[in-house]
């Protein structure tokens, strides 16, 4: 329920994200989109000319179908990766002891492989990375077709018309069209969590030394949200492209590689501020 909540409140804000991601050439972007000064002119009017359910609020269901699928397939991986390391781990440490025959049988308990050692950092890490990678690949279908209808302002959301819009993409691009610029995705997963796990304990100290007393639930949340603007910050381009080829109708995708992508924006669209 938090979090339909949360995604609930923050939705249009998405929806004005990926309007003004794919803006600026129709050839690379959706058809309908609008040109948006800022995101409170963005916000106004989405509302003014497409409503609030059909336009700032457009395609919600999906996202509310789509994201408890994807946590919950993202903490299984997690768990079952985890399991796995720490068997293997378990399993190396006990051939470290194995006995000379000279001296008899030694059980775990003896040689002190009884308990189970803790993941690492980096281990934890990877396992997140793997995880989150399974359950964004899993559902890039539904992201796909999701961008499309936030992005194009002429097309109304239904199930069916999302049904006939994946039939479409099967049909004229194969399997690989519905998971067109999912390798940005998987890009920005490893420094996303990288960088979140990184600046989080230094944004906590940070915190504790600016309010000083402050309780350690809301220490916590001040230092996640800065470790979340900076991690999102640090790794937006990927999620431009993302936008950019997802929302693309075309049979050939937009940019034929991101190193020239990347080109591309900086030369024409003002660099960062694109």
Request: hydrophobic share 40%; net charge positive.
């Given at each position: 329920i938090c979090g339909a909540t949360a995604q609930l409140v923050a939705y249009p804000l998405h929806?004005?994200?990926?309007?003004?991601?794919?803006?600026?050439?129709?050839?690379?972007?959706?058809?309908?989109s609008l040109s948006y000064a800022s995101t409170r002119r963005a916000l106004k009017d989405i509302c003014h000319r497409e409503g609030i359910a059909k336009g700032l609020y457009k395609s919600l269901t999906l996202s509310w179908l789509k994201g408890p699928f994807t946590v919950g397939l993202a903490f299984v991986s997690n768990d079952i990766l985890k399991s796995f390391l720490t068997k293997h781990n378990l399993r190396d440490e006990g051939d470290m002891f194995a006995p000379l025959p000279s001296q008899g049988v030694i059980s775990a308990c003896e040689a002190g492989v009884g308990e189970k050692r803790q993941l690492q950092a980096i281990e934890r890490l990877v396992c997140g990375?793997?995880?989150?990678?399974?359950?964004?690949?899993?559902?890039a279908p539904g992201d796909r077709i999701k961008i499309?209808?936030?992005?194009?302002?002429?097309?109304?959301?239904?199930?069916?018309?999302?049904?006939?819009?994946?039939?479409?993409?099967?049909?004229?691009?194969?399997?690989?069209?519905?998971?067109?610029g999912h390798s940005a995705t998987l890009l920005r997963?490893?420094?996303?969590?990288?960088?979140?796990?990184?600046?989080?304990?230094p944004y906590k100290g940070a915190v504790r030394d600016f309010f000083p007393g402050l309780n350690e639930v809301y220490v916590r949340f001040l230092a996640g949200a800065g470790?979340?603007?900076t991690a999102t910050s640090l790794t937006y381009p990927f999620d431009l492209f993302r936008a950019r080829m997802a929302a693309h109708r075309g049979a050939e995708s937009p940019y034929d590689g991101y190193l020239r992508a990347t080109v591309h924006i900086v030369r024409n669209e003002?660099?960062?501020r694109a």
């Open positions: 929806i004005v994200r990926r309007r003004m991601q794919v803006q600026k050439f129709e050839e690379v972007g959706a058809s309908g990375g793997v995880a989150g990678s399974v359950a964004k690949s899993v559902i499309l209808y936030q992005t194009d302002r002429e097309k109304h959301f239904t199930w069916r018309g999302a049904y006939c819009t994946a039939k479409g993409i099967l049909g004229e691009q194969g399997p690989r069209g519905l998971w067109r997963v490893a420094p996303y969590s990288a960088t979140s796990f990184a600046v989080f304990d470790a979340g603007m003002g660099g960062p």
